[in-house]
């Protein structure tokens, strides 16, 4: 069984449109039709966007849904289908657009919006995200729980068996890393711009929620499965509930990774720009398969080989 893996916000890189439009014409009809609904140039997001330009939440969240969409459809076109759909926080809306949950127009609107509601509280937001590795998990849940006792601080990613993303406030970030440094792990701060999936972001989730409610949802034409509670969702009212929560609650990946896994999934393509969710999945995982759509399109004759 194949399951089809979505990135999320972290993925992004200048020139993120090239490999794929060069493959995939069709790619630039997709383009064109988001320009039309946004108002907004993304050729240049896909192709010129340097990566300070694409830090930025909205810039990082369209144009990481777009790719991804476009790396879906030169997939699907060649034959290679999904059994289940996933995806990593942001990457969840791109699971959902490619299961036809949500129309092309509803969910590059809905990741605007969903980036605009971030940006307008990241002036009261001083918040951080770090990734730490090398710590057990027992020992970190510990160590996040000392730190509670200080300010806001919540697991916001359970991403491999080696690293756990954690938000917090930004004023705890310096004592925090001292800590993990002094149990023998180590900290690498992340390419965002806010403490997603965390109280932190309360604000934002609940404005979101209200532009959640009022889009469509339709069931899944593949089997959908929730990084949020790491279970198959099949009624398109209860996508939509369990996504109200996202903003504010721990990405739970390398549970669903294990629930896939046990559903007999043998094959993951992460769909989208770069490779991280290829990259924590083969180090996780040495009998199963794990690649990034990026290198099928490059060497599109390992497209014919999985079939």
């Known amino acids: ?35 039309e609904i946004l108002g ?49 926080s942001l990457g969840e809306y791109s699971s ?40 057990n998990l027992e020992n970190l849940e510990s160590l996040v729980e000392k730190f509670q006792e200080m300010g806001v601080i919540q697991i916001a990613g359970y991403n491999s068996k080696s690293q756990i993303v954690v938000s917090m406030e930004e004023s705890l970030s310096d004592s925090f890393k001292k800590e993990v440094e002094n149990l023998k792990g180590r900290v690498l701060p992340l390419k965002t711009s806010l403490p997603f999936h965390s109280p932190l972001m ?52 390398i549970q669903t990774i294990n629930k896939l896994i046990s559903f007999g999934v043998k094959e993951f393509y992460e769909v989208g720009p770069n490779k991280v969710l290829t990259n924590l999945g083969s180090r996780d995982y040495q009998n199963v398969y794990f690649v990034n759509s990026e290198n099928l399109i490059k060497e599109e004759i390992k497209i014919n080989e999985r079939v």
Not at 101 to 127: C, N, Q, T
Not at 202 to 219: G, H, M, R, V
Request: proline share 2%; hydrophobic share 40%.
């Open 40 to 88: 907004k140039d993304l050729y240049y997001l896909l192709f010129q966007a340097d990566d300070e330009e694409l830090k930025d939440t909205e810039n990082a969240q369209i144009s990481i849904l777009l790719t991804s969409y476009i790396h879906f459809k030169f997939l699907e076109e060649r034959g290679i289908k999904p059994d289940y759909v996933c995806g990593h």
């Open 202 to 253: 309360k604000k934002a989730e609940d404005d979101f929620a209200k532009i959640l409610e009022e889009t469509k949802f339709n069931s899944p034409k593949y089997l959908y499965i929730s990084s949020v509670i790491n279970e198959v969702i099949q009624n398109g009212d209860e996508i939509k509930r369990v996504l109200i929560n996202q903003i504010t609650r721990p990405v739970r990946w």
């Open 1 to 35: 069984m194949r399951a089809f893996v979505f990135p999320g916000q972290g993925s992004q890189y200048k020139g993120m449109g090239e490999v794929i439009v060069s493959k995939f014409e069709k790619g630039r009809e997709f383009i064109k039709k988001g320009e």
């Open 96 to 135: 959902l657009l490619a299961s036809e949950v949500l129309s092309f127009e509803d969910a590059l609107i809905l990741v605007r919006e969903r980036a605009k509601v971030m940006k307008k509280y990241s002036h009261e937001i001083k918040g951080v995200q770090l990734a730490v590795m090398n710590l």
